[in-house]
């Protein structure tokens, strides 16, 4: 599942660098969480029982073809976690003006750790299908604190 993530942040990088990137992750991922909202409590439930961090190097070429055919060049997306897209995209907004040049990288990645699993968290059973907008709400506020205490 990741390694999806990072392939859409891959494409996104494209076009959009920094903070388009982190906008285009979290909009699949709620694309994908309101589908199927179980998948995302699975997530948060592994995340959770794990006392190790994820080996994703365990992932096979040959299991990334089978899982995602559709994804040109899906074999050469780096193995890795959230971490893998979101830090280097918050180095590019700093550097593009996004985010102030003062941003503590690893006091965003809390925070975006935070809202990744926290939203679908809160709206899994209630109403999945607001995930996308709650995600962006909150990337919003973020976005404007980091500003602000800059």
Not at 41 to 45: A, F, Q, R
Not at 100 to 111: A, Q
């Given at each position: 599942w990741s390694i999806?993530?990072?392939?859409?942040?891959?494409?996104?990088?494209?076009?959009?660098?920094?903070?388009?990137?982190i906008d285009a992750v979290f909009g699949r991922?709620?694309?994908?969480?309101?589908?199927q909202p179980g998948l995302m409590?699975?997530?948060?439930?592994q995340q959770a029982r794990s006392r190790d961090k994820p080996?994703?190097?365990?992932?096979?070429?040959?299991?990334r073809l089978i899982a995602y055919p559709e994804l040109e060049d899906i074999a050469t997306i780096p193995a890795g976690g959230l971490e893998t897209i979101l830090v280097p995209?918050?180095?590019q907004a700093v550097q593009l003006g996004e985010l102030?040049?003062?941003?503590?990288?690893?006091?965003?990645?809390?925070?975006l750790i935070s809202i990744f699993y926290g939203?679908?968290?809160?709206?899994?059973?209630?109403?999945?299908?607001?995930?996308?907008?709650?995600?962006?709400q909150q990337l919003s506020i973020l976005w404007a604190g980091i500003r602000a205490l800059a």
């Open positions: 999806e993530m990072n392939w859409y942040g891959a494409r996104a990088a494209e076009t959009k660098p920094g903070l388009g990137v991922a709620a694309d994908k969480a309101s589908a409590g699975e997530l948060i439930s080996n994703h190097s365990e992932i096979t070429i040959a299991e995209n918050i180095q102030p040049e003062n941003t503590l990288l690893p006091t965003v990645m809390v925070s939203v679908p968290l809160v709206l899994r059973q209630s109403n999945p299908a607001s995930i996308g907008h709650m995600y962006r």
